[in-house]
């Protein structure tokens, strides 16, 4: 069995079917022609599963904004999720847990929250996912970036480094580094 690594991609509302080609076609260019992009019933988000690696996918994209940026048109951001879970606070602590194992005793993070149709409190989770490390946190400059993107009653957690976070408008803008 191939195991699917997962992506959100986001776009402009409207930009979906655009997006999702320019993705699928990288994907493709890159060695996957199986790769599977699908709408996830929120405008401008798409759920994107690849047998591709999360870091080799990521590289691969970095690669394309400095070399060819006029190729990238309607994508926003390429966000990895390694675990996706129920929107159920127990059932988060729980996976997110052996994720924050990644985090170095002197190494700090900084949970990043991305609600879109749900009503569940950013507070509640802050907690519970802050619950299950004695890490260090750093708004600021963190180490690690903890991602919770929860769209309707479905949630996508990550444990990654900044650089491994996406964002082709910061990249265009000069606001962020290859």
Excluded: C
Aim: charged share 30%; no cysteine; proline share 3%.
């Amino acid at each position: 069995m191939v195991e699917k690594n997962t992506f959100l991609l986001t776009t402009a509302r409207g930009a979906e079917d655009s997006g999702g080609s320019e993705m699928y076609m990288l994907l493709t260019e890159f060695g996957d022609s199986r790769a599977k992009i699908t709408r996830t019933g929120v405008s401008g988000v798409l759920l994107v599963e690849t047998e591709l690696l999360h870091q080799d996918v990521i590289e691969f994209l970095k690669k394309m904004m400095e070399f060819e940026p006029f190729r990238i048109r309607s994508m926003l951001r390429l966000i990895p999720v390694e675990k996706v879970v129920d929107l159920d606070l127990e059932m988060i602590k729980d996976e997110v847990k052996p994720l924050m194992e990644k985090i170095g005793p002197e190494e700090s993070f900084r949970i990043t929250i991305e609600k879109r149709h749900s009503d569940l409190s950013r507070g509640e989770l802050i907690e519970a996912i802050a619950s299950t490390t004695n890490r260090k946190v750093n708004l600021d400059n963190p180490d690690w970036v903890v991602l919770v993107e929860v769209i309707r009653d479905t949630v996508g957690l990550s444990v990654v480094r900044p650089s491994q976070i996406v964002s082709v408008v910061k990249v265009k803008r000069g606001d962020a580094q290859l």
